[in-house]
């Protein structure tokens, strides 16, 4: 529990608080994508000029921030949550993150992030499930 608190702090400080990832608040400006796959096409299309860096940052770094989200969670909960709940929960978390950042005009509001997010938590979550499984496996 203290490890999932932990890691939700740093969630939202890089999703809300940092400036290095570009949350500075612009007045009176609203900053959104609805139009799926349209960023990750962009990136992907402009990865020469932009650098793998940044590409990887965008992509990958919205998927590698969700996968604790899906592997704490099923580790956490009474119940064991199941896939389909923990991705749901993955998707429902993003979505609150990504209206957040439209209404406080911090960062944007893009359905790809939602997309990628909800990608990491259930790889987290498929990454829970094999740990489980060669734990349990080393235990018989």
Same mark, same amino acid.
């Given at each position: 529990?203290i490890?999932f608190a932990l890691?939700?702090?740093a969630l939202?400080?890089?999703? /809300?608080? !940092? %400036?290095s990832?570009g949350?500075?608040v612009?007045?009176?400006?609203?900053h959104?994508?609805l139009?799926p $796959?349209?960023e990750?096409?962009r $990136?992907w =299309?402009?990865?020469?000029?932009?650098?793998?860096?940044?590409v /990887?940052?965008?992509?990958?770094g919205n998927?590698i921030a969700?996968?604790?989200?899906? /592997?704490f969670?099923?580790?956490?909960?009474?119940r064991? !949550? *199941?896939f389909g709940?923990?991705?749901?929960?993955? $998707?429902? !978390?993003?979505?609150?993150? %990504?209206?957040i950042q439209?209404?406080?005009?911090v *960062? +944007?509001f =893009?359905v =790809? =992030?939602m997309?990628?997010?909800?990608? *990491?938590?259930?790889l *987290?979550?498929i990454?829970?499930?094999i740990?489980?499984?060669i734990?349990? +496996?080393?235990? %018989?």
């Open positions: 529990m490890t890691y939700l702090i939202v400080y890089f999703l /809300f608080f !940092s %400036e990832y949350r500075t612009v007045a009176n400006t609203y959104y994508n139009i $796959f349209k990750i096409r $990136f =299309d402009n990865r020469a000029l932009l650098g793998a860096q940044v /990887f940052t965008n992509l990958f998927v969700f996968m604790p989200f899906g /592997f969670l099923p580790l956490i909960t009474k064991r !949550s *199941g709940n923990t991705v749901l929960l993955a $998707f429902c !978390s993003s979505l609150l993150v %990504e209206l439209l209404l406080c005009r *960062g +944007a =893009d =790809d =992030d997309i990628l997010n909800t990608l *990491g938590g259930a *987290g979550c990454l829970y499930y740990c489980h499984w734990r349990r +496996a080393v235990r %018989e």
